[in-house]
């Protein structure tokens, strides 16, 4: 039987309102539902508030309680979650921002199943979507940062909890986390002092090394006496689909010396036919470098500063090395004792 068609019979034979962690609780006893998931309750939780969600006023459940279901046909009140927030939000915000404000706004600070928090963040109309699985997207996107913050040296924001549940990196109470987050940050500040006082030739094959890990291929480091401002050139591969020629200068500036927009200007005079242009710098770029960069009318110069570049180096492992640190926690198991 499915879990909507448990839950309706549950309710049926009780007569009265219930919790879904109740409903799931006598479904199971009842041999209404069979099932091997570690989280039964979230699942029937999720499957019958979605229920209501898309079918509304046709939807045999109502909710009349937080977490409590009830039979449409009983004429029960409705209830409807009060709109006032702890605090204002923007009505449209990223599916990560917006599963972070969800999380931290909740008193118990408890993990939530990622159909949970999609309902809250569309009750509230958090995110603007047009897309027609909103939850898999959310869920999906919350793995990714993880998985690309973890590669980084950083903390995430998230924690993965079990199948499906999400919770925030904040709550726990080790601080483990943020004393690698700490580490790994001073790291990079060392590391890019290196990129600073590096000699040029060295900077330069650093920098084709990383082209090559990103994904460019026929990388040539141009002679200095030919290169009018182009240090390195290739081709950006993308899905071996997309193959874009690149003339890329390096400039191995210090941090409080931000490149100008003559430099762009430089790059973009330099560029061949069908060439697109890129700047990396250990430092920063001006107001005006960037907004040339992006000139509507001229060749499009992509810029890439000390943060970015000391980043890309750490995700792709030059410069530095991850070292892996098992910690270990206490799992779910029978006490044994007796």
Known sequence: MGMLDAAEKVLRERGEPLHYRDITARAITKGLIITSGKTPEATLNAQVALDIKRRGAAS???RTAPGVFALREWGLAEYER??????????????????????????TKTPMHYRDIWEEIASAGLVATEGRTPEATLYSLVLTEIARKKKRGEAPRFVKHGRGFIGLMRWRATGLAFEVERHNAEVKKRL???????PPDDFEALVEQLLIAIGFEGTEVTAFTKDKGIDVRGTLVVGDVIRIKMAVQVKRWKHKNNVPSEE????????GTHEHGLIVTTSGFSKGAVTEAVRPDATPVALMDGEQLVELLVEHGIGVQAVETNMLELSDIEDVSE
Do not use: C, I, N
């Open 60 to 62: 045999r459940f109502m």
């Open 82 to 107: 009060s709109p006032a927030k702890p605090e204002p939000v923007k009505k449209t915000m990223s599916f990560t921002d917006a599963t972070e404000h969800v999380l931290a706004s909740s008193s």
């Open 192 to 198: 890019l002092k290196s990129l600073q006082a590096m």
């Open 264 to 271: 762009v200007q430089k790059v973009r005079g330099s560029l």
